[in-house]
């Protein structure tokens, strides 16, 4: 399995400002996710990070609000714009190697609180 | 697109019994993963066990199994034995093959609770 690491592990901020969430893994990985968990509910997957190239979006997520880059195959971020309270939810990195036999491993996430 | 069910919001069990988690899904396609994953309240996601749909064989992994019914597509997950370290969030998810993007949906989840 690959070690999964993210920064911050908490942040607080205000309205209207904008968070960059950090996610690094151990190893090269094929593929890397962004999920969002907001209080109290179960994770949804916001997009699929692609390496050298644009994220792919789930339905209900946009790049203008959360854009992703990956420069390589360890590292990824996601942005989360122009904040609302209702952006405070927990948001996991996820990946998943070659020869994983198909398993997504995730990161201890990141909780976002939005005053 | 494929949704996922879990209509069990909370359970529980005395610790050395055995409790059995429901879960259900929906999709068109032949080819695809099913998970479960515990998610204690430090919020690290812990896969506990993967079945392929194109296994017949129920997936085991010491005291967890699984019981597959791809006919009715129903997933639900048995914990023996269980002990105080078992009670978390537990999320039933389904993976898209590669050729859609390897995606995983969640179920809502069932929140476990092991009773000394």
């Known amino acids: 399995s690959a070690v999964i690491s993210q920064k911050p592990s908490r942040d607080i901020c205000q309205r209207g400002t904008s968070l960059t969430i950090q996610c690094q893994v151990d190893?090269?990985?094929?593929?890397m996710f962004w999920y969002r968990q907001q209080p109290g509910q179960s994770l949804t997957l916001i997009a699929t990070a692609n390496q050298g190239s644009e994220a792919t979006y789930e339905s209900g997520f946009v790049i203008d609000k959360f854009p992703i880059s990956r420069p390589n195959l360890t590292f990824s971020t996601l942005t989360v714009s122009n904040m609302s309270p209702e952006d405070s939810s927990i948001y996991l990195c996820?990946?998943?190697?070659?020869?994983?036999?198909?398993?997504?491993?995730f990161g201890p996430g990141t909780r976002l609180t939005v005053l | 697109a494929q949704t996922v069910t879990q209509s069990q919001p909370e359970m529980s069990v005395q610790e050395a019994e055995t409790v059995t988690l429901s879960c259900t899904y929906d999709?068109?396609?032949?080819?695809?993963?099913l998970f479960w994953y515990k998610q204690p309240p430090s919020r690290q996601m812990i896969l506990v066990i993967r079945?392929?749909?194109?296994?017949?064989q129920n997936a085991t992994e010491n005291r967890f199994s699984v019981n597959f019914q791809k006919a009715a597509k129903s997933f639900s997950l048995k914990i023996s034995d269980s002990q105080l370290g078992d009670a978390a969030m537990y999320f039933c998810?389904?993976?898209?093959?590669?050729?859609?993007?390897?995606?995983?949906?969640f179920g809502e989840g069932t929140q476990l609770t092991v009773n000394p």
């Open positions: 190893s090269q990985v094929t593929m």
């Open positions: 998810a389904y993976r898209t093959p590669p050729t859609s993007g390897s995606r995983l949906t």
């Open positions: 999709t068109s396609e032949s080819d695809y993963y």
């Open positions: 996820s990946v998943e190697a070659s020869g994983s036999y198909n398993e997504q491993f």
């Open positions: 079945q392929e749909a194109y296994k017949q």
